[in-house]
């Protein structure tokens, strides 16, 4: 055998055997870029092939000057490509603000991704619910209120104590005005709080007896009525519907910062994982031949 062949097969050998500790090392130590990504790292099977593939090309070649493949294994984690260019953290956050999770896909994260857009889902899905409820409830409580509260009634008591006026706003003793609210000429969401809400309009309901109850405005609030009572538990119910409607809303609005801020952090984090893989240890395999010797050669390069 011809000594260079016997150099070749020595300098195959040497490469095949600096990959796999370095391989090896990658995979306990985590010196190297990627090292622990179960879902980056290829195997060392595949690695060590194509090591070997090289070594044979070497091997075939007829050319007793002829140099030897280099070998760079400074990124034996297969993140290379996946590093190659950077993101924008600034369309990050812009693609997660406007529709959450498309900032995360941007980024290379389908799990973050899926994540974000389920909860916009889910807020949305709330938010859509609790208004419908709080539209139903809504639609009872006033359907309540044409059942048994009479504008026409609350005026019969207006007439019997302080005649001839059927209007509250025409009323005054001793020159101050009785009632302090004005019932709304249509009925308005102001005209549905109102006749719960204020004391004054007691009188309107049909469970309350007009004539047996003092007329004075000092025994408004004396007055009873179990129909007011249930309308307005009514209108309370209403309206935590419409709160828990807004909470998810808020929760909507919140969803697309959160996305959004995560992104772009994401963004800049891919960025600086861009920066260092130019930086820290690499290593490469090489051949130097000196006086038509060949010498097996393992660089090592630490940049910063």
Same mark, same amino acid.
């Given at each position: 055998?011809?000594?260079?062949?016997?150099?070749?097969?020595?300098?195959?050998?040497?490469?095949?055997?600096?990959?796999?500790?370095?391989?090896?090392?990658?995979?306990?130590?985590?010196?190297?870029?990627?090292?622990?990504?179960?879902?980056?790292?290829?195997?060392?099977?595949?690695?060590?092939?194509?090591?070997?593939?090289?070594?044979?090309?070497?091997?075939?070649?007829?050319?007793?000057?002829?140099?030897?493949?280099? #070998?760079?294994?400074?990124?034996?984690?297969? %993140?290379?490509?996946?590093?190659?260019?950077?993101?924008?953290?600034?369309?990050?956050? #812009?693609?997660?603000?406007?529709?959450?999770?498309?900032?995360?896909?941007?980024?290379?994260?389908?799990?973050?991704?899926?994540?974000?857009?389920?909860?916009?889902?889910?807020?949305?899905?709330?938010?859509?619910?609790?208004?419908?409820?709080?539209?139903?409830?809504?639609?009872?409580?006033?359907?309540?209120?044409?059942?048994?509260?009479?504008?026409?009634?609350?005026?019969?008591?207006?007439?019997?104590?302080?005649?001839?006026?059927?209007?509250?706003?025409?009323?005054?003793?001793?020159?101050?005005?009785?009632?302090?609210?004005?019932?709304?000429?249509?009925?308005?969401?102001?005209?549905?709080?109102?006749?719960?809400?204020?004391?004054?309009?007691?009188?309107?309901?049909?469970?309350?007896?007009?004539?047996?109850?003092?007329?004075?405005?000092?025994?408004?609030?004396?007055?009873?009525?179990?129909?007011?009572?249930?309308?307005?538990?009514?209108?309370?119910?209403?309206?935590?519907?419409?709160?828990?409607?807004?909470?998810?809303?808020?929760?909507?609005?919140?969803?697309?910062?959160?996305?959004?801020?995560?992104?772009?952090?994401?963004?800049?984090?891919?960025? %600086?994982?861009?920066?260092?893989?130019?930086?820290?240890?690499?290593?490469?395999?090489?051949?130097?031949?000196?006086?038509?010797?060949?010498?097996?050669?393992?660089?090592?390069?630490?940049?910063?």
């Amino acid at each position: 055998m011809k000594r260079y062949d016997v150099h070749k097969i020595c300098l195959t050998l040497g490469i095949l055997l600096i990959a796999l500790s370095t391989v090896a090392l990658s995979s306990e130590t985590g010196l190297l870029p990627g090292a622990g990504d179960k879902d980056q790292t290829p195997g060392v099977t595949a690695y060590l092939t194509q090591m070997q593939s090289d070594g044979r090309a070497y091997l075939q070649s007829s050319s007793d000057d002829g140099r030897p493949p280099s #070998i760079d294994m400074s990124d034996l984690s297969g %993140n290379a490509e996946k590093y190659k260019t950077t993101k924008s953290p600034l369309k990050a956050f #812009i693609y997660s603000a406007v529709v959450p999770g498309a900032g995360q896909l941007y980024t290379g994260s389908k799990f973050k991704a899926a994540i974000f857009l389920g909860l916009e889902a889910l807020t949305w899905t709330g938010q859509i619910v609790y208004h419908n409820k709080g539209n139903d409830k809504t639609d009872a409580f006033n359907i309540f209120a044409d059942t048994h509260w009479s504008e026409e009634r609350y005026g019969d008591f207006i007439y019997r104590n302080w005649p001839p006026y059927r209007d509250d706003e025409d009323v005054y003793v001793d020159g101050y005005l009785v009632f302090t609210h004005h019932l709304p000429d249509t009925k308005t969401q102001q005209y549905y709080e109102m006749i719960g809400k204020y004391d004054q309009f007691v009188f309107g309901w049909d469970d309350v007896d007009t004539i047996a109850t003092a007329p004075t405005y000092d025994n408004l609030d004396v007055a009873y009525s179990a129909h007011r009572m249930h309308y307005e538990d009514m209108r309370h119910d209403a309206n935590k519907m419409f709160d828990r409607s807004t909470s998810f809303l808020i929760a909507t609005m919140a969803n697309h910062l959160i996305a959004g801020v995560e992104a772009a952090l994401a963004a800049r984090r891919h960025n %600086n994982k861009v920066d260092d893989m130019g930086a820290g240890l690499s290593f490469r395999a090489d051949v130097d031949r000196i006086n038509d010797e060949y010498f097996p050669t393992l660089t090592m390069t630490y940049s910063f």
